[in-house]
């Protein structure tokens, strides 16, 4: 397995980086014929509710693809605030459109960034995945679009991203919402190390039954429909597609980013008002598998993190939906908007 990890890195280290001119970003991927089956890395033929448009992203003298949405209220209608939207790690950019249909409705300009690494985004092998380079690659992504001052809402993995870029440009940071995010709790002081290779040996082994399964457990309370099926739809599609072993590296490299790099015990220094959803069933957990039951029991208990979390913040209020688990915006979305959209309104 390591010969076959190696080989794969190196042969597809040679084959990821894109160039292009930073003043003729381009309209399509510059990778990405369709794939008979499945997906290609850049999400070639998986459609987008809104136009996707591209940003350049440089990186040691490349520029990268980064993709992202940037929907404005009808012409005419006072904007009250731009919201910048973060995806989650096993999701993109799409999965927020119910969510920027609204806000577009009560007046709030909507951009939601496919992070580098993720969604039609490139998905260099290269990078060096880090939520400092993310939040960063998204300031550059708004002095492009000249907005300054934003609200951001992140769920799951976004949650981190969004933590970070309030960090480093506070300044920025209008408003802090946070969905479900994960890192709540340091992992790596719980659970032992997983080696790359080692993550990369599970992520070549993920197919369309074992990402069901998990997002059905994990998720959804042991159950399934075609929305559900919808948000997953890449994942599976990337396992069937041509780049599947490009995505398993991928993968294994971004859940090392989530795994090395907390940010909670930052949470002291968030300046901006904060508001934090949690659906108290949540038990999402990066490496239970590998602790000894008695810690296992106790990770990802999202009916205890919320209050830890708000004390830790100077500006913090916490809304908790009993029953629901890592997508409040699915499975109770009335409460779940009716609670973002008060907040960004200054109503909470």
């Known amino acids: 397995m390591r010969i076959l990890t190696f080989a794969l890195f190196f042969l597809f280290t040679a084959c990821s980086s894109i160039q292009f001119d930073r003043s003729a970003v381009p309209s399509m991927p510059l990778l990405g014929q369709s794939s008979p089956q499945g997906y290609d890395s850049y999400l070639t033929g998986f459609e987008y509710p809104f136009e996707v448009k591209y940003f350049g992203v440089e990186f040691m003298g490349e520029y990268l693809p980064m993709a992202f949405m940037d929907?404005?209220?009808?012409?005419?209608?006072?904007?009250?605030?731009?919201?910048?939207?973060?995806?989650?790690?096993?999701?993109?950019?799409?999965?927020?459109?119910?969510?920027?249909?609204?806000?577009?409705?009560?007046?709030h300009r909507v951009i939601i960034p496919d992070q580098i690494g993720f969604g039609k985004s490139a998905k260099p092998l290269d990078y060096q995945y880090s939520f400092h380079a993310l939040a960063d690659n998204t300031r550059r992504l708004l002095d492009s679009l000249e907005v300054e001052e934003v609200a951001l809402v992140g769920h799951s993995m976004g949650?981190?991203?969004?933590?970070?870029?309030?960090?480093m440009f506070p300044e920025r940071v209008e408003l802090l919402a946070m969905v479900n995010p994960i890192g709540l709790e340091d992992w790596k002081r719980k659970v032992a190390y997983t080696p790359l290779d080692a993550r990369i040996e599970a992520a070549l082994k993920k197919d369309r039954d074992s990402i069901v399964e998990y997002q059905r457990v994990h998720y959804y309370d042991g159950n399934w429909s075609e929305e559900f099926e919808s948000y997953a739809r890449h994942l599976i599609g990337w396992t069937e597609g041509r780049d599947r072993e490009h995505m398993a590296l991928i993968d294994a490299l971004t859940v090392e980013m989530v795994f090395t790099q907390p940010v909670l015990y930052e949470f002291d220094l968030i300046l901006a008002p904060t508001l934090l959803i949690l659906g108290t069933r949540d038990r999402t957990a990066l490496g239970r598998a590998n602790a000894p039951e008695q810690i296992a029991r106790n990770l990802g208990r999202y009916d205890r993190l919320g209050v830890r979390t708000c004390n830790r913040i100077a500006r913090c209020r916490l809304i908790e939906f009993d029953n629901i688990g890592h997508m409040p915006q699915v499975e109770d979305y009335r409460r779940y908007i009716s609670a973002l959209s008060a907040f960004l309104n200054y109503e909470l």
């Open 71 to 107: 929907i404005s209220p009808d012409e005419g209608k006072q904007t009250r605030s731009t919201v910048v939207l973060f995806h989650g790690k096993n999701f993109n950019g799409a999965y927020w459109e119910r969510t920027a249909k609204d806000l577009l409705k009560r007046g």
């Open 159 to 167: 949650g981190m991203v969004a933590t970070r870029f309030a960090l």
